[in-house]
């Protein structure tokens, strides 16, 4: 029984250190995560990062064009949209360490195939 | 609707953890350490906010500040149909419609059911000619057509080309930024700071908020000069605090506020002794859909066919309301549609497909599963199950009232449907009501400024305007009212602040 008990807080030990050192990424940021943790949080580890942050790598007009819809579909664009144009942060609609959605899915059932 | 539904259960975790926060600091100025001051200070960057913003710009004040606490601007406002009523103005006359703020006014009291002011209907109501002007100097860019809403006597809701808020929202923030207006988002209101005698001195706000993490970003007090406007909306997607006012607003209601229209700034402004008004007084639209979540499309498509379609019981195949009678009319009727259970069973909208093609709600709804096309009414019945035979009848019954230009049944106002018989190809979209403006408040005056139940006077450098006050409408809002009210009293509060 001690045994086990024994093994079981080793266990959860492990997870909890691992989940401490790697939460949920995203492949294609590891270059990132080499760079470390402070890369984007800007703020103190704690903090979330600022709005800039996502900016030193990303330009939302890039990001507009790449989104770019057209005709009927245009003002749809998750990057240059009729709400918001081109101000909406980057964090409202996408999460590094959590699973989000578009803040458009709050109102529209929009099919955002390539959605990260 | 998954995802809206989860929201509003985490809202209202939310709320609960707000209120063990304390409410309000209470601090001699000279304790205050103030990280920022301004000449004036706006809490919110919907309608009120911004129409505040751009009339104190062009009064001549130096130094505004306009914060936000979503990531985004516009709260709720830049997620509506962008319709504002307006009586008296140029477009009406180009299009022979007759009207005044009089009528108008007359319209929004009979809908008030006895609570509306008067006094601020018609202080609201006599700006509008102006705040249409104000808005076509920042480059809002109205339709041709006016739109009927429903309860009104004269056809007054001048619409952006957006059909959205947004059409208002984003020339308002350019204008505003254009005569150096500060815009700041993830910043959240706090609570006031008061001076002993209750004067307002500034805000705590929490800088860096990412909402829904209440304990995110850092505290930071900010002065204001000249006064503190809250402009903070409603608080419809707080569902605790809206259930706790009208127990029938549950989950089981949907909700098509923006997620920020939580009640913050109503709540620090009770907590600092202003007096609640008609805070039960909860609307929801009649003509929202339960197949997408928020305000989505479906309201649009509701909005342009109520006139000319009818709304159907899925239990007996009829008609059970005028369907442009007055929002609480319609929104009480569709939610005591139910099945034998007495769970929720949506009315449907029948359009004709011939007309509702005309505006292009209908192509948004189609391609969005929100609504469906139908050939005949057989598919109709079959597809939702209804009784054929009384479906059929009420067509025909219908499309007589049509050619007579009477509705014997629920006394609609038949001359906006003259001619439009309802025909297939049919557009049906189902109908469940959704909280959608709280009518209730804090109380202010023609001058904006925020009232203290204790004595009935302002509370000094105190103002209020939009969804967060309250007694403007009384029981029910009718459509379209409550923009030109908001922007209406945002001038107005920048008026007194330049004033005082």
Redesign the interface.
Known sequence: MKLLNTLLVLTLGACLAVSAQARDKRDYHEMVYDSGCKTCHDQGLKSFPSDESCLQCHDMAELAEQTKREGHDAKQNPHDSMHYGQEAPCMECHGEHTKKQALCMDCHNFDYPKFK | MQ??RS?LKFGAGAAAVGALAPLTVSANSSDVKWHEKHEIVIVGSGFAGLAAAVEAGKLGAKDILVIEK?????GNS??NAGQACFANTDLQKQLGIEDSAELMVQDQLKSGRGYASEELLKHSAELGPYIYQLTKDCGCVYRDHIINTGGTSATRSHQVV?R?G?GF??PMLKTARSYGVKTK??HKFEHLITAADGTVLGIQVRK?Y?FG?ED??TLINIKAEKGVLIATGGFGANVAFRQALDPTLGNEVGC?N??GATGDGLIAMLSEGAMPVHLSFIQSGPWASP???????GAGFSLYNFPHSIAIDRNTGQRFMNETADRKTRADLEVQRRDKDGKPNPALLIAPKHEAQKD?SM?NVLR???AWEFDSVDAIAKHFELPTKQLKKQIDDWNKYVKAGEDPQFGKRMNMSTGIYLTAPFIVQRLWPKVHYCQGGIQINTKAEVIAAKNGQPIRKLYAAGEVSGGVHGVSRLGGCSTPECMAFGVTAARSMMKA
């Open positions: 995802t809206r929201f979503l990531g985004v601007y516009g830049t997620l957006e959205s947004a929202i984003r988002t993830r860096d990412h993490h995110s970003g098509t923006a997620r197949d997408e979540g928020g305000f989505g499309y292009p192509e969005y599963n929100v």
